[in-house]
């Protein structure tokens, strides 16, 4: 008995060891690549300086021109800030990512654990603030934070019951960028038709509000061009199906055609047809998930049918960033809590070992440094883009929803991994 008592004991010195240890990283990480190296490195536009174009445009000249390659509240969120802070907006931008990606954490803690205890929020705080893609997004200023922000509100109200309010901020973040309207597909096999109407009612409003103030092009007629942004580009970030198969599979020269545009692909249709043929495949899985009747609908499977679908969303965009990985953060801390405990038990050290190793692949910090050396044997690309072109981010997403297909099976069977 007393030597049961001395091994408890020492585990629980141990587990503090850790903790402290873990609490210690997290906030160096956070320190540095949170606010030391952005605020005094990156002060400038980052990503939005590209995509602004016509917001300032519009502030300039009263028109507006151009591609439209967000959704339409991109543009009306970015309006008041550029007109109001035309000088600085770069740093704006900056605190409000900052508020978006504690207001996502904060959110996360409450949809896993509603009493907010310090166990399952350190681990959920240590998941996200070690996040390298998470880092990278702010240093960026992208859309991606607003959208993470709105979707992490999404899951906290839909697991209170309140679906139509989750479904308006869904709605918000369909109109950032479309890639989250994958969500309707969970609402439409589950019948919620009022949530349905209230996500049409909000995204008309919006698309409504930006045609009267930028014009048609930018309201409801940006939904006629919504078919030339759905193709596939090769282009060595990309971790999106397509992007994957026509990088390994055709002989794309890099340095004549650069990175975004290549010349008309007649050789490559079978590509084209095969990316299709497997984007459409794919989904076979995901209603077989989505449609089992089977058990309760309970939080954590409903939680993991999200969480399935956050992954999803990653391999079906046309272009995938690595830093789109953020979105898998509120699936790493559901299984996380689920094996330290918190959850509904899935404890098993290979379980374990998988599930650090897609986060180390997806959200890596230090084991960046040793992919880079991997040699690239693609004309006019050298080793420091390694991890991208061999798709480790998504090797990662791919393992992590292996383990989300597989713990939801066991959930239903009432098993523990």
């Avoid at 900056?94 to 904060?106: E, N, P, R, S, T």
Wanted: proline share 4%; glycine share 8%.
């Amino acid at each position: 008995m007393q030597d049961e008592t001395g091994r408890s004991t020492q585990r629980k010195k141990l587990y503090l060891v850790i903790g402290i240890a873990a609490g210690l990283y997290t906030l160096t990480h956070l320190l540095y690549s949170g606010f030391y190296y952005p605020f005094l490195y990156l002060k400038g536009y980052g990503d939005y300086f590209r995509h602004l174009g016509p917001v300032l445009q519009f502030l300039e000249e009263g028109r507006v021109e151009g591609e439209m390659w967000y959704g339409p509240l991109h543009y009306l969120f970015a309006l008041p800030v550029l007109h109001f802070f035309p000088g600085s907006f770069g740093s704006v931008f900056y605190f409000i990512d900052l508020f978006c990606i504690f207001g996502a954490v904060f959110f996360t803690c409450k949809t896993l654990s509603d009493d907010l205890e310090l166990k399952p929020c350190f681990i959920v705080a240590v998941i996200w603030l070690n996040s390298s893609p998470l880092y990278y997004a702010l240093g960026m200023r992208s859309v991606e934070l607003y959208e993470l922000f709105c979707l992490s509100l999404t899951f906290y109200l839909y697991n209170k019951g309140k679906a139509v309010q989750a479904a308006a901020w869904l709605a918000l973040a369909v109109g950032f960028k479309y890639l989250p309207g994958i969500f309707l597909v969970y609402l439409l096999v589950n019948r919620q038709f009022k949530p349905i109407g209230a996500l049409t009612a909000v995204l008309l409003f919006i698309y409504g509000i930006s045609g009267l103030v930028f014009g048609n092009g930018y309201g409801f007629g940006s939904l006629l061009d919504l078919t030339q942004r759905t193709s596939a580009h090769i282009w060595w970030p990309n971790q999106s199906i397509g992007g994957i198969m026509e990088r390994f599979l055709t002989d794309y020269d890099f340095v004549r055609y650069g990175y975004y545009n290549h010349p008309l692909r007649a050789g490559y249709k079978y590509i084209d047809l095969a990316e299709n043929l497997l984007r459409l495949s794919s989904l076979v899985p995901l209603f077989w998930i989505l449609c089992r009747k089977k058990g309760l609908q309970t939080a954590f499977r409903r939680n993991l049918e999200f969480s399935i679908l956050l992954c999803y969303l990653l391999f079906l965009s046309p272009i995938t960033w690595e830093h789109y990985g953020i979105f898998t953060l509120f699936a790493y801390s559901l299984l996380a809590l689920s094996l330290s405990g918190t959850g509904e038990g899935i404890k098993a050290t290979p379980f374990n070992a998988a599930l650090g190793l897609s986060y180390l692949l997806a959200h890596y910090f230090l084991p960046k440094t040793l992919l880079r050396t991997l040699p690239v044997l693609k004309p006019g690309l050298d080793n420091t883009i390694a991890p991208q072109f061999y798709c480790t981010a998504a090797l990662g997403w791919f393992l992590l929803l292996v383990l989300l297909f597989y713990a939801h099976s066991r959930h239903l069977s009432g098993k523990r991994v």
